[in-house]
């Protein structure tokens, strides 16, 4: 599904990623570790083509095609997802509005027609209901005033609601406490399935004890330096990093 | 292509309301002295205090200049050689009903979505249609009529109604008010009438939509609107002119009286020619609107919606006379390509616990030029007034501006007076999260700018509301910077 291959990235005249390999089958969930600055969030934003995120060399296959070729809004419609890490705040946009015209861009992009405004709201329903959403959270703008914890919830009822192909989640677990952690996990575990992967950026293993990874990454200094079973991401908050930066060096 | 590009074409998005009707008018040659007022005031067979009045206008108005205070550029005026009255030629002395209209203008009105018949689909909108400087139609007459409601052309007015043209014409903006509103007083050719009678509920928005067609012609029309006590009212203006390359002159005047109890509600969208990229051509939008909360307890609310013009300045204002009356005023205005914007409002608290609300939303865009320029005055007498001012600036692109002056002048100690103001960016945070939801660029931005003028476009009425998004759509796509 997803095939990058000595990708590097540069932001402003630094180079972040340098030489990336990562390869994510259908149906699997990857869990990227790292210490901080390490490129985390530089592959997600790079993956979604942020602007300001240049690709200097390398090369990333989604569903066997070029994905960097793409603009933003075309990877976002071929079903790659990216969730957050600090989602901003649009004041005066309805919450229910935005949604709405996301998910008509991607049935668009599929050929379908606009979605019916019944059934639209049955289904934004139904995903709140999961996420344990209060209906007021439709009417409200963008964002606007909810709390880390609303937003980072809000990031998963969008993905929910458009099911993406391949989901991003950077650092989806920061800054929630143990309910709404596991409030949060429960709706990513909903979207796991044989079609879908999802790629998970994270500092901590307590997110992996509610959303198990098929695999685990170490990404530091722009590299993938190892890659291992979800029992990595145990030894890693034993040991910390520096046992492998001072392997990799 | 690079973002920028991208961005100045989305933005280069073109009038849509620049064609030209072709019909016989009938025009005053160019030119102004006693004799055109005159002129003007013959051929509307005005009775003998107005023609006063106008001379009187007219002799303060030859004693003022210019004024030059606002932050905008202007090319200078030759007031000579406009043409101060232009009427679509017609075979009576005017039209009685639609159907001795001009099939053309009918056509015209039809083109910018102004259906003036009664069967069209804004059913439950009277229209009075100014077209140049001559009122054509007014639309729905006969329901109005059983409710009491007066709603005519100005000149039907002078006609029918002249005691309460006497009683009311200059009580709020005086002949020598100011420079524009002096000049109104002398040469003003036509506009809208509207009475609403004691304690009645009028039955339906009011509507005037304002054409000028004829090139070279300045076109000074005046709305007298009275609300008589416990009255309600909800009045919509709109206007739009073809592409010319010369700038043209509107300077127009509109009066509200609400008496004790009264509202009234008073919203424009206004879309005048707004001359091309490079600034050339464009209505010179030079308006003066105040309304008085005479009686107690009354209210005025101002909403306006400016996308157009090459130059706009007005300030719609409200003097809170009457005791616990209330002002508001909300607007949005856009300044994009090269268009230069001088608004905002002047609240007058005279009456005890007055209050005033005022929310601006400026969009700068291009290299327009957006200045708001608001006046919070609290006269002794005025005990416990209170206001709230919100105002705030959203800039897409580097060579714009956005500039705010507030003015407040506060005389009694007991008043409250709050105000807010933010300046920003559509940002790229917010534009990527979008993009990233798969939304197209040019949708983004305008769900992003309908988001920050949110609060004012609630102000108007449901039909109109969704006008002025589109508006804004049009007129503005993709600027980002």
């Not at chain 2, 689909?121 to 249609?129: H, K, S």
Request: charged content about 25%; hydrophobic content about 40%.
């Amino acid at each position: 599904m997803l095939e990058i291959k000595d990708l590097r990235t540069k932001v402003g005249d630094r180079e972040v990623l340098r030489g990336l390999n990562l390869a994510v089958r259908p149906g699997e969930v990857h869990a990227i570790m790292g210490p901080n600055g390490s490129g985390k969030s530089t592959l997600a934003y790079t993956l979604a083509g942020r602007p300001g995120y240049e690709v200097s060399g390398g090369s990333v296959a989604y569903r066997g095609k070029d994905l960097l070729g793409l603009a933003p809004e075309e990877r976002a419609q071929a079903g790659v997802f990216l969730g957050f890490q600090y989602p901003v705040e649009i004041p005066g946009v309805n919450n229910v509005y935005l949604l709405k015209a996301a998910l008509n861009a991607a049935r668009k992009h599929r050929g379908l027609p606009e979605v019916d405004a019944f059934e639209f709201l049955t289904l934004v329903r139904d995903k709140m209901k999961l996420m344990q959403m209060d209906e007021s959270f439709l009417s409200r703008g963008v964002n606007e005033g909810f709390s880390g914890g609303e937003k980072k919830r809000n990031e998963i009822l969008q993905m929910l609601v458009l099911e993406p192909t391949l989901a991003l989640l950077d650092e989806t677990d920061s800054g929630l406490d143990i309910d709404a952690l596991k409030i949060v996990a429960h709706g990513v575990n909903t979207l796991r399935s044989a079609e879908r992967a999802i790629v998970l950026v994270t500092h901590y293993q307590r997110l992996l004890d509610y959303i198990k990874p098929d695999h685990v990454h170490v990404l530091a200094r722009g590299q993938i330096i190892k890659s291992g079973a979800p029992e990595l991401a145990l030894e890693l908050e034993e040991r910390g990093y520096d046992w492998l930066l001072g392997e990799a060096a | 292509m690079s973002e920028n590009a991208q961005l100045q074409e989305l933005v280069g998005r073109g009038y849509q309301h620049g064609f030209v009707t072709d019909i016989e008018s009938e025009s005053l040659p160019p030119g102004l002295d006693e004799d055109t007022v005159r002129k003007i005031s013959a051929i509307k067979r005005e009775p003998q205090f107005l023609t006063e009045w106008r001379l009187k206008a007219f002799r303060h108005w030859l004693t003022m200049s210019e004024p030059h205070w606002a932050q905008v550029k202007v090319q200078p005026i030759d007031y000579q050689a406009l043409s101060y009255y232009s009427a679509p030629k017609a075979k009576t002395d005017g039209p009685k009903s639609l159907d001795e209209v001009d099939p053309k203008l009918l056509a015209t009105y039809e083109k910018l979505g102004v259906p003036l018949h009664e069967r069209a689909r804004l059913a439950g909108v009277a229209v009075d249609a100014v077209f140049d400087s001559v009122s054509v139609a007014t639309t729905f007459k006969d329901r109005l009529e059983k409710a009491g409601v007066i709603f005519c052309s100005f000149s039907e007015a002078t006609q029918k109604h002249p005691a309460l043209i006497e009683q009311y014409l200059g009580s709020v903006v005086p002949h020598t008010d100011n420079y524009y509103a002096c000049l109104n007083s002398a040469v003003f050719s036509d506009g809208s009438f509207v009475y609403i009678p004691k304690g009645v509920r009028c039955p339906m928005e009011l509507s005037t939509y304002f054409r000028i067609n004829a090139a070279k012609t300045g076109q000074f029309e005046r709305t007298l609107i009275i609300a008589d006590e416990g009255s309600h009212v909800s009045y919509l203006e709109g206007c739009t002119a073809p592409m010319r390359d010369e700038n043209q002159l509107h300077a127009a005047v509109v009066e509200l009286i609400a008496l004790d109890h009264a509202e009234i509600k008073y919203s424009t969208v206004q879309n005048w020619y707004p001359g091309d990229e490079n600034g050339v051509g464009g209505i010179y939008n030079f308006v003066t609107k105040r309304g008085e909360c005479r009686g107690r307890h009354s209210k005025i609310s101002w909403t306006q919606v400016e996308t157009g013009s090459a130059i706009t300045w007005k300030y719609p204002s409200c003097v809170l006379r009457g005791d616990n009356s209330v002002g508001e005023f909300y607007s949005v205005a856009l300044a994009n390509h090269r268009q230069q914007a001088d608004t905002g409002t002047k609240m007058i608290h005279i009456g005890a616990n007055t209050r005033s609300t005022i929310v601006s939303k400026g969009i700068s865009a291009g290299r327009g030029q957006n200045a708001y320029r608001g006046l919070v005055k609290v006269l002794p007498s005025a005990h416990g007034a209170r206001n709230f001012t919100q105002c705030d600036s959203l800039l897409m692109g580097g060579e714009c501006g956005a500039h705010t002056f507030p003015y407040v002048e506060v005389k009694n100690p007991t008043a409250t007076i709050e105000h807010e103001a933010s300046t920003s960016r559509i940002s790229e945070d917010q534009l990527f999260y979008c993009l990233q939801r798969g939304i197209a660029e040019e949708d983004a931005v305008n769900m992003i700018v309908n988001g920050f003028c949110k609060s004012v476009f609630k102000e108007l009425p449901m039909e109109f509301a969704v006008e002025a998004q589109n508006l804004l759509a049009v007129s503005l796509e993709g600027a980002v910077g």
